[in-house]
């Protein structure tokens, strides 16, 4: 399941980039992940993103994808018609194993 978020960028809109885990995630119910939250995104002063899942932390990396997506909208005003919402260039990839937080 593709996860898409908007990264800030140094230009007056952000960019849009596709989260990639490496693994999998689970939850102790069985319900989907389709709407719900799932942890938060960071960035460092250095721009390195920095994912917290639960009690978990990772670090990632910022890599241009090597064929953009189309991230698509669908209207169904008057039949069914996509507008391309913007185009996706990049990916943040953790690939590492999760780190867990511990606090004193």
């Known amino acids: 399941m593709p996860i898409f978020v908007k990264v800030p960028s140094e230009g007056l809109s952000p ?14 119910s069985q319900s989907p992940f389709d709407g719900q939250f799932i942890g938060d995104l960071h960035f460092t002063k250095s721009g390195t993103p920095v ?3 639960g009690h978990h932390l990772m670090f990632g990396k910022e890599m241009k994808m090597e064929k953009p997506l189309a991230l698509l909208e669908k209207k169904t005003d008057t039949g069914v018609a996509y507008h391309i919402k913007t185009i996706i260039t ?4 953790f690939k590492t194993r999760p780190k867990p937080i511990v606090s004193n």
Do not use: F, P, Y
């Open 51 to 53: 994912l917290i899942i």
């Open 90 to 93: 990049k990916k943040l990839i």
């Open 15 to 28: 960019d849009w980039a596709i989260v990639e885990l490496q693994g999998d995630l689970k939850s102790h």
